[in-house]
């Protein structure tokens, strides 16, 4: 990089100018272990993730805002589990610091969805949906149908608001069954 600088301007972020903004999801299968936090927290910024979704995180909220917290100066987190028994639900986004400041919403919805709205520089409006469908759908019939229309619900106001928008996660699709 040039060190001369004619118009007294700071050097743009190298990382930011090498890396192009990165999006990824992972069903994590639980995020109890200190270990699992840290290996994540290293992965985001060794592939260079801005935002990572996480699906099946199987932590209740008050345990959620201890996770990650020795990473707050380079991360922001968001998690949501309203199931009783955390096991087999919750979903997270962690975004790099250089993204959150762009944060204007967010929310969960029963564990299985969580959606950040982020309005950026040039007026881009982008909605980032994390998904986790429940993988056994015995029973689960009302439940799904509900969540699917809370989803149907966030992609039409995205759509009707004029946002990009992002819908990723663990879908739990029986591709054999759907064959």
């Known amino acids: ?43 985001m910024e060794l592939e260079h993730i801005s935002i990572l979704g996480l699906s099946e995180t199987k932590i209740n909220k008050s345990h959620s ?23 087999g639900s919750g979903v997270g986004i962690i975004i790099s610091n250089d993204y959150a400041k762009f944060v204007h919403t967010h929310k969960g919805y029963k564990g299985r969805v969580y959606h950040v709205d982020l309005f950026m520089k040039g007026h881009i409006k982008l909605r980032i949906i994390q998904v986790y469908l429940h993988a056994n759908t015995t029973g689960n019939r009302n439940d799904i149908e509900d969540i699917h229309t809370y989803i149907f619900q966030l992609l039409n106001f995205a759509h009707n608001h004029n946002y990009h928008y992002i819908i990723m996660g663990d879908f739990n699709v029986s591709y054999e069954k759907y064959k």
């Not at 190298?14 to 699992?36: A, D, E, M, V």
């Not at 100066?73 to 028994?85: E, Y």
């Open 65 to 87: 805002k201890f996770v990650f917290k020795e990473y707050s100066n380079r991360f922001t987190t968001f998690f949501d589990n309203d199931s009783l028994i955390p096991l």
């Open 1 to 43: 990089m040039n060190n001369t600088n004619n118009n007294n301007n700071p050097p743009p972020n190298p990382i930011s100018s090498i890396y192009p903004f990165c999006l990824s999801t992972l069903n994590i299968r639980g995020l109890n272990s200190h270990t699992k936090q840290k290996q994540i927290i290293e992965m």
